[in-house]
């Protein structure tokens, strides 16, 4: 009878610490005061397109021209704010999640910037610093910068531009593809914020 009670109790106080430990990882726990101002911080570094709405498919100018599709191949309107504090750059990333293919890779934005205008995408773009994005494997060095959709038909595709504020600036070779960059700044991410658009064709 002791044994049990021994037990019972020894239990009752490892749940109890299992729940006094877990409380500063609930959003909004009065004992996890940085916990939560970090979750506050990160809510606050936010994205959005004058081109197109999150989750919306996006318009004839931002598709690719060629590969069977006419469109005006235009990288879209970003636009941001709540920017991590110390950002010393920002990089753009476009990915088909659907099809886990690079759309698009630029960095070393200016970390006072707070937009990129339509078509700031361009091999020689003075927003930032351009790198081959994956069209260029079927049709050449031409496709650095913006290259946008085209997909097969079928499904609709999920195409994720992502914002990452940097704590540095990158130099990478001129030969570098967006999978270069996209492994370029992992260790240097400070914060980071997406917007979605479909397309099906």
Not at 128 to 142: Q, S, T
Request: hydrophobic share 40%.
């Amino acid at each position: 009878m002791k044994s049990t009670v021994f037990h019972a109790s020894v239990l009752g106080c490892i749940l109890s610490l299992a729940a006094c430990s877990g409380a500063g990882n609930v959003p909004g726990a009065t004992s996890g005061g940085p916990p939560a101002a970090a979750l506050r911080a990160a809510a606050a570094f936010t994205i959005g397109s004058a081109t197109f709405k999150n989750d919306k498919t996006v318009p004839l100018t931002m598709v690719y021209n060629g590969n069977g599709c006419k469109g005006g191949d235009k990288s879209p309107e970003l636009h941001w704010a709540g920017v991590p504090k110390k950002t010393k750059s920002f990089a753009v990333l476009m990915l088909d999640v659907t099809a886990i293919f690079w759309h698009w890779g630029m960095y070393n934005i200016a970390p006072t910037a707070t937009s990129l205008p339509q078509n700031a995408g361009t091999p020689s773009s003075k927003y930032g610093k351009e790198v081959l994005n994956d069209w260029a494997i079927y049709y050449g060095r031409k496709n650095r910068g913006y290259g946008g959709p085209c997909p097969p038909p079928g499904l609709v595709h999920h195409y994720v531009i992502t914002l990452y504020a940097l704590d540095t600036t990158l130099t990478l070779p001129k030969s570098a593809h967006v999978e270069n960059l996209d492994l370029a700044i992992r260790g240097h991410v400070l914060g980071s914020t997406a917007i979605t658009g479909l397309y099906k064709t």
